[in-house]
C-alpha cells in the first residue's frame, strides 16, 4: 500500500509559538541524525500515536510538556491526510483525535479541535489498507487473536525501534507482549496474501456449512432412531381413519407408505370432515342433526357480525357522549365572559395613579367576543342523529333474535342426540374425527421428514454437495502451499542481503519463522534461531535484512495491505558503548566510532539506499541516529533531514524554556 510519511507536526502548548513542522521525502532513506536527548527516539512514538495506537509512549516531561497536539501528515494513493492527537496529560492516552483530508495539504490550523476520534481514524485506516472484514474464527470472534486484521496490526512491520532493531529475542514491533505476539502469528498468511480475502470468505462459508450439516445430521439420526415405530404409526392412523369413516375401505392390498402418506395428507387438507361418511350410516336422525349443524354454524356466524357492529356504534355513543361532556365543561368555565363584562361600569380608574383603563377596557372587550365565539362553537357541537337510535335499537332486536334462535338449535340438538343413538354416534364420530386429524396433522410433519423425498434429507444432500465443493476449491487455493511460497521469497531477499551487512554467516541459509517470529538460520551441521546467535552485529544485521526483505515482498504483490515505509532507531548502537546512568553535571560525549565500525555501519545504509533504489518510490525509510554525515555521506537515495546538535531539538528549545519558566 502506498503510504508514506510527509510530514511530522508539533502543535505547541504556548500559543506564542507556531507549530513545528519537521517535512520528509517519500521514495527516499530519510536521516535524521544527533546526539542523545534531542528527541530522535520520539518520533516512532509519535507516528503510532497519530496513526491510532491505544496507548502514548511518547516520553514524558520534556516533549509532552511543551506539546499540546502531536500530528503525521501522510501520503497515499488516495491523497493526503493529516491525523492529530492532542497530548492525553494525566491519562494514559485519549480517544480525541483530528482528521483532515485533500490531494495535497500545504496550510494547517494554528489550533486545532476534535473532529474524530480513534476508532474512526483507525475505521479510515482500515479502509485505506483494504483489510477484510472477515475474522479468523466463526465469523462471530469480534476479538482476541481470531479477530479481523487491522491497521494497527501492520505496525509490526514498519516500526523497528531503539529496543528492538537488534534484539535478539524480539523481531518485530510490540511482539514482546503475548496478545500481540499471537495476533500478528494468526493474521502472518494473510498479510503474506497466501490466505486471499475470497479463500478466507469460502472458510467462513465452509464453517456456516459444516455447522448447519452436523446440525441436520443430528435432526434426521434422532428422527430415525424411531424408524421401527412410525411405518407401524401410519397403518395405524389409516386404520382409524377408516374406522372413523373417512377413508373408504373398499381398498385392494396394503398401501405403500407413500400412498398413505398422501391419504393422510388429503384428510388434513380436508376441513369439512363429514363429506367421507358413507350413505350407509345416514339414518333421517343423522340427515336433521347435519342440517342442525350447518344451521347453528350459519346463526353463529350471524350472531358476531350483530355483535361486532353493536360493540362499534356502542363505542360511537360514547365517544358523541365523552364529547358532549367535554363541551359542557368548556361552558361552564367560559362563563366568566359574561360575568367579567357585568363587573365594568366604564368608570374605572387605576388604583395606583388614578388613570384611565381604555386600553385594558378594549382588551377585555376583545377577550368577551373571542369567549362569545368559543360559545357559540359549542352549543354548535355535533349531534348524533335520531336514526342513530333506531339503528342500535334494531341491531339490539336482531342479536336478541338471533341469539333466541342460536339457543333454539342447539336445543334442538341436544333433544335430537338425546333421541337417537345414531344422532349420538355421528356427533361423538365428528368429534372424534376432528380431533384425529388435529393429532394427524403434527404426526404428518414427522413422516414427511422421514420420507425417502423428504425435505431434510434432500437439503442434507446440497449441504453435502457444497461442503464438498468448497473444500475442493479451498484444496485447490492451497494456502499452505502459498504461504511456503511467499516465505521463500522473503528468505531469498534476506538472503540477498545479508552479503552486504556486518553478519558472520553472511551465506548460510536464512529463514523466518512464523510461529516462533524469529529468524532462523541454518548452518552445515545445525539450525540456529536468532537468540541462539551472538553478537549484535548479528542482531542487526538480520533484523534490517528480514524487515526490508518482507518490505520487498509486499512491494512486489498487486495489493498489500502493509504501508510502504519503515522507521529504524539507533541502528549504529551495536558499535559503541552508551552510558545508561549519567553523574551529576555530566554531560553526554557524542559516540567515537572506529573505522571498521564506520564501515559496518555504512552497510547498513548503503543496503538501505539500495533497497530504496529497487522500489523506485514505493518505499520509505526513516533513520534515526548519532552517526553525523561522515558515516553515511555520499550514498544514493539519502535525504539529510536534519542534524540536532548544538541546541536543535525535536522540540524548539524556546518551547522548553517557556514551558519551564511558566511552570
Known sequence: MYFQIKEIILWPKNPAFKPRRLPFETGKVNIISGASRTGKSAVIPIIDYCLGSSKCLIPVNTIRDACAWFGVIVQTSAGEKLFARPEPGEQRSTDDMYIEEAATINVIPETLSKNTTRGQVRTVLDELAGLTNLDFGDGESQSGFDARPGFRDLSAFIFQPQNVIANPDVLFYKTN?????????????????AITPELLAKQHELKRLQTELKRKEREIKNAQEVSAQWLAELRAKVSEARELGLLAADQAGEPSRAEMIQQLQG??????VTIAVTGTTITDAVKELQGLESEESQVSQELSALRRRLEE????????????????????????????????SGDEGCPVCGGHLEAS?????????????????AGDAFEIPAAFDRELQRVSAEIAATTEKLRAVQFRKRALTQRSSDARKKNYQTKMAERFIGRLENALQLHRKLAGDGELIAEIAQLRDRVQKL??????GNPEARKRQALNHV???????LPNLDTERPNDPVSLEIKELTVKVSGADRADYLSEIGSGSNWLSYHVAMILALQQFFISLRHSPVPGFVVIDQPSQVYFPQKLVLRENETIEEPQFKDEDIEAVRKVFTVLSAVVGLAKGKLQVIVLDHAPRDVWGGIANIAELEEWRDGRKLVPVEWLYVSSGDA
Not at 313 to 341: C, F, P
Not at 471 to 476: D, F, M, V
Request: no cysteine; net charge neutral; glycine share 4%.
Open 491 to 497: 528468505n531469498t531477499n534476506a538472503a540477498r542481503l
Open 313 to 344: 356504534m356502542d363505542r360511537i355513543r360514547k365517544g358523541a357522549a365523552n364529547y358532549h361532556h367535554g363541551m359542557q365543561i368548556q361552558q361552564e368555565r367560559l362563563q366568566v365572559s359574561s360575568w367579567l363584562t357585568s363587573q365594568r
Open 361 to 377: 377596557a378594549d382588551k377585555l372587550e376583545q377577550l368577551n367576543r373571542s369567549l362569545v365565539a368559543i360559545e357559540a362553537e
Open 471 to 476: 473444500e475442493t476449491e479451498l484444496r485447490q
Open 177 to 193: 507482549t503475548y496478545d500481540h505476539r499471537e495476533k500478528l502469528i494468526k493474521i502472518f498468511p494473510y498479510i503474506l496474501g
Open 267 to 272: 384428510l388434513v387438507d380436508v376441513t369439512d
